[in-house]
T-cell receptor, first 112, second 116 residues
């Protein structure tokens, strides 16, 4: 079935540093791909998504490109802020009766 | 508006109590979900409703009882819970399941449950 492997943290960066969180997937066909973010004490928020190969999702300065050749959907941001401290989940639709398959999550801490 | 609301935000209950969690969305979505999330883990699916009918029950113990009274509301009734049921309970919704699970799921803020 569909699966996702996500770089595990924690990741600690200084403010204004460049961020990459790696995500690779295994899937049948070409599913939509998602990044969700969970700020401390909150639920999950959709950060961005891409629905087909070579699509780039972007939001709040974050970007991820749907790469079919490398089966990847890496999350990037050019200059992180303290307010970006959160847990980031890569996800895709599951196979069979599984609506969403999540990566294990990457905890990002940004220090001033 | 992509908002899913959940009440209460926090809940403390004893093992003999009965309580309910509520979820509401007004996006016209016809698929709704309950997830359970333990600390430092991704969410785990519990139930899926499609057009107010239970579509998936992921072998959840019967002390959790879902209910979908209409297309906007989803409840989770809790009875005789165990301390290990303490977790963040997340509700989500999506347009529908017609295209499989390609539709975006929108999550609520969650109810943080503590069972004593």
């Amino acid at each position: 079935g569909n699966s996702v492997t996500q770089m595990e943290g924690p990741v600690t960066l200084s403010e204004e540093a460049f961020l990459t969180i790696n995500c690779t997937y295994t899937a049948t066909g070409y599913p939509s791909l998602f990044w969700y973010v969970q700020y401390p004490g909150e639920g999950l928020q959709l950060l961005l998504k891409a629905t087909k190969a070579d699509d780039k999702g972007s939001n709040k300065g974050f970007e991820a490109t749907y790469r079919k050749e490398t089966t990847s959907f890496h999350l990037e941001k050019g200059s992180v802020q303290v307010s970006d401290s959160a847990v980031y989940f890569c996800a895709l639709p599951g196979s069979g009766n599984t609506p969403l398959v999540f990566g294990k999550g990457t905890r990002l801490s940004v220090i001033a | 508006d992509t908002e899913v609301t959940q009440t209460p935000k926090h809940l403390v209950m004893g093992m003999t109590n009965k309580k309910s969690l509520k979820c509401e969305q007004h996006m016209g979505h016809r698929a709704m979900y309950w997830y359970k999330q333990k600390a430092k883990k991704p969410p785990e699916l519990m139930f899926v409703y499609s057009y107010e009918k239970l579509s998936i029950n992921e072998s959840v113990p019967s002390r959790f009882s879902p209910e979908c009274p209409n297309s906007s509301l989803l409840n989770l009734h809790l009875h005789a819970l165990q301390p290990e049921d303490s977790a963040l309970y997340l509700c989500a919704s999506s347009q529908d399941l017609a295209g499989g699970y390609q539709e975006t799921q929108y999550f609520g803020p969650g109810t943080r449950l503590l069972v004593l």
